[in-house]
């Protein structure tokens, strides 16, 4: 037993950590490490930094132009990027498309897609949830009826995560109603720029514009867009959930912002009050204890054991962690959390109207309570916490 | 980075949980209860099996006669003995009292004690605690004075002492005591070694809650023999040895409450169906088995930081402890809680599990000392990798 990484690691660490700090724009940096707000134009522009490197489909196999990193090395690299300030990678098209086009695609598939996923120049919106199947994802109703040799499209997708930049949309799409709803469900590749496809915003709680609907009125979709084989899946969409399983605990995000947490504290004030700072000590345990389990899980992943009970609960416990440290930075921030301004997400606001700068409080307050609001989704999103629990507890059952 | 066991710890494993399982049962337990009255178990049988086994001497050097093992050997021990319920001073001699001894004594002492700790002769267990002190190990009262003859004497008072049995074991003391200066000055803290056989010490015994035995020792000029000078960073790291040892064994109490309460719910029916089917219930099992893999994780991070340089290494401990001590009181609550009237009957395993667990809390530092610990020790950065 080891907690030590070997030479070999530690030099990867340091060439991608070399490589992501000379890379990486200030601009944008800057940005992730004061949580001010990113748009299209950032998120693209470091995609296409990775993409020219080959590192933006970091966990592709090198059969398909990725690095063919292993499961640490992955994690290495995920944790150096958030340690820099780089912002998450949108995972649609490179983490989560990506893989079941290589499984179950064509070669004219690969060659047609998977280039412009890579480069970044291809954004990618998921199309799974719709308004009457969210836990129960097996009931889409989306309907996709062949017609010689295209699909023809009718319904609705929701929670649409920045689907209004997509370029492309994969779909669950419902190509058989006479069966089980799992052997219904076809994997369809839609271009968003089809006649047909509406994309209307949903503003979250926080005022920002994330998520979306997606309204799919005849949309005709050529048959080479399917993935795989009708009806089949539900079968990639499990598959995808096999995959990456550690990633969704963002425990290298969680050691960041438990910094920025100790930062804000500082600044205001409550960084030495006993109360306040053991909350602080409290996360930090918490933080700790699930850095091990992502470890524990990762190793036994490397040496190709399974670890379905111990990684479910990685989503679980990092969700709750990303929520825990959005409040206690509001909770920093006291009364100067309250005010709602806007433009103050945005990098270099000034609020020459105010007197003390910003109303109440420091400007770097600005985002935290928008920030508190918005993770209350990470319990809700990705499997919630209670559908989570029970899949815990049928492993230990049986 | 690994997290496996080599295929000899695995043995060592399966070494004592086979004498668990055949002799050391919860019937077995219980029985001992009873025989030991007032003083709490006897763990003289355990200690006898456990010598028989080999692994008494596990953390002597083999320069000194004994196994020459490392943290991880007694990681898989405490485990297998917190699983078992073993009531016995295992972690208390042959991990702390052995551990001090191998890394702070005088070589003359060592020669004198080590090869008789690792063959079962000889047993050197802690007696730390004090009325004033709650967790803080830096509180000592208890004096020391050099006598005119040059010889060390003791006089105080030291609780809940993880003494043994009545066994013909030469037993012995390490005992923190104050050559000068205030009760919670860092320097004037010495540890000595006192024999339980010395003029002037008084061993009064009695159950703790779990049923094992504990004693107050009374020391009126006992004479001692001095084993560290500066004796507060060798007191911590004996304490680190023993909250990582406790961790281990409470992830071994753990995982056999978890067992149990899984086996409940899958047999207990109420309105026609087995309760396993409740949600409620089967989240409140989610909820446990978070705390038993967030402890074993921490369980594992302690003992592999018990190498580390102190600062990092109590650092460290205080986190596993904090960890620990929250899982410990969870697991130990809800056990009880799923497993509904009988899980608080004396008849029934879960809730000696559960004191066992109580009294691993209040050992050694609780969880809020500990908070306190992490608190003081919090740098700008904190993680596996920093």
Redesign the interface.
């Known amino acids: 037993?080891?907690?030590?990484?070997?030479p070999a690691?530690q030099a990867f660490r340091d060439e991608v950590r070399t490589w992501v700090r000379a890379n990486l724009p200030a601009d944008i940096a800057h940005k992730v490490h004061s949580a001010l707000r990113l748009d299209k134009s950032d998120q693209q522009r470091w995609a296409r930094i990775l993409g020219a490197k080959g590192w933006h489909g970091y966990g592709w196999p090198k059969a398909f132009g990725g690095p063919g990193w292993d499961a640490?090395e992955r994690h290495i690299f995920e944790?150096e990027c958030a340690m820099a300030g780089a912002p998450r990678i949108v995972p649609f098209g490179p983490v989560m498309v990506a893989p079941v086009i290589m499984a179950f695609g064509s070669p004219e598939q690969h060659q047609r897609f998977l280039p412009g996923i890579m480069s970044g120049d291809v954004w990618w919106s998921q199309g799974y949830s719709e308004p009457g199947s969210g836990s129960d994802l097996a009931s889409v109703k989306t309907r996709a009826e062949r017609q010689g040799n295209q699909y023809i499209v009718n319904g609705q997708k929701t929670w649409t995560t920045l689907g209004q930049h997509g370029d492309w949309i994969f779909c669950l799409v419902r190509t058989n109603t006479e069966c089980k709803p799992q052997a219904g469900i076809s994997f369809l590749l839609i271009d968003m720029k089809s006649p047909g496809v509406t994309v209307r915003p949903i503003i979250t709680l926080d005022g920002e514009h994330e998520v979306n609907e997606v309204f799919f009125d005849n949309v005709a979709v050529p048959v080479d867009n399917l993935v795989g084989q009708e009806n089949k899946g539900w079968t990639y969409a499990k598959y995808l959930l096999g995959h990456e399983r550690t990633n969704i605990a963002d425990v290298n995000r969680a050691?960041r912002e438990?910094?920025r947490l100790?930062r804000i504290a500082r600044d205001e004030g409550v960084y030495d009050d006993?109360r306040f700072?053991?909350q602080?000590?409290?996360l930090?345990?918490?933080?700790?204890?699930?850095?091990?389990?992502v470890?524990?899980v990762?190793?036994?992943e490397q040496?190709g054991k399974k670890t379905l009970?111990?990684a479910g609960?990685l989503k679980?416990?990092g969700s709750e962690i990303q929520q825990r440290y959005t409040e206690l930075m509001m909770l920093a921030a006291g009364p100067g959390a309250l005010p709602f301004l806007h433009e103050a997400m945005e990098a270099g606001w000034q609020g020459d109207q105010f007197a003390g700068g910003f109303p109440g409080g420091l400007v770097q307050s600005a985002p935290l309570a928008s920030h508190y609001f918005n993770n209350r989704k990470t319990s809700i999103y990705g499997g919630s916490n209670?559908v989570?629990?029970?899949i815990?507890?049928?492993t230990?059952?049986? | 980075?690994?997290?496996?066991?080599t295929s000899e710890q695995e043995q060592l494993r399966d070494l004592v949980a086979r004498w668990v399982q055949k002799d050391y049962g919860f019937e077995h337990r219980r029985g001992l209860i009873k025989a030991g009255g007032g003083q709490g178990i006897d763990p003289g049988t355990a200690w006898q099996a456990l010598g028989e086994l080999g692994l008494l001497g596990l953390a002597v050097p083999a320069d000194f006669d004994g196994m020459d093992m490392g943290p991880?050997e007694a990681m898989v021990v405490m485990e297998e003995l917190g699983r078992g319920l073993v009531a016995a001073p295992y972690a208390a001699a042959a991990l702390m009292g052995a551990g001090l001894l191998r890394d702070h004594a005088p070589q003359v002492v060592q020669q004198a004690w080590l090869p008789r700790v690792a063959d079962g002769s000889a047993r050197i267990v802690p007696a730390l605690q004090e009325r004033a002190a709650r967790h803080r190990l830096n509180v000592v009262n208890t004096q020391a004075h050099l006598g005119a003859d040059g010889v060390w004497q003791i006089t105080g008072t030291k609780n809940l002492v993880p003494v043994g049995g009545n066994d013909g074991v030469t037993e012995a003391y390490v005992v923190p005591a104050r050559t000068h200066g205030a009760a919670d000055a860092s320097d004037g803290l010495v540890l000595f070694l006192v024999e339980a056989s010395a003029p002037g010490v008084k061993v009064q015994s009695h159950p703790l809650q779990d049923g094992s035995r504990a004693a107050e020792v009374t020391f009126a000029a006992a004479p001692a023999t001095l084993l560290v000078h500066d004796g507060l960073a060798a007191l911590e790291h004996m304490a680190d040895i023993g909250i990582a040892a406790s961790c281990a064994e409470a992830v071994g109490a753990m995982d056999s409450l978890?067992a149990l309460t899984?086996d409940y719910?899958?047999t207990r029916k109420q309105f026609g169906v087995v309760i396993?089917s409740f949600?409620a219930l089967?989240?409140r099992?989610?909820?446990m088995?978070?705390q038993l893999?967030?402890a074993r994780?921490?369980s594992?991070?302690a003992?592999?930081?018990l190498t580390a340089p102190a600062p990092e290494r109590r650092r460290a401990l205080a986190?596993a402890k904090?960890?620990l001590g929250q899982s410990m009181r969870f697991v130990g609550q809800q056990a009880i809680q799923l497993h509904g009237g009988i899980g608080v009957t004396d008849e029934y395993a879960a809730a000696h599990y559960f004191k066992r667990l109580t009294c691993l809390e209040l050992t050694l530092g609780d969880t809020l000392h500990h908070?306190?610990e992490?608190?003081a020790r919090?740098q700008?950065?904190?993680?596996?990798?920093a």
């Not at chain 2, 980075?1 to 066991?5: A, C, L, S």
């Open positions: 037993m080891d907690l030590n990484f070997t690691q640490i944790e050691k438990l910094e100790k006993v700072r053991d602080i000590a409290l930090e345990v918490d933080i700790v204890a699930l850095e091990m389990m470890l524990r990762l190793c036994a040496g009970e111990v609960l679980i416990r209670e989570q629990r029970n815990v507890a049928q230990l059952l049986g | 980075m690994d997290f496996d066991f991880v978890m899984v719910l899958n396993a949600q089967r989240h099992l989610a909820d088995k978070m893999e967030l994780s921490m594992y991070y003992t592999l930081k986190q904090v960890q908070l306190g992490v608190s919090m700008d950065s904190a993680g596996v990798v």
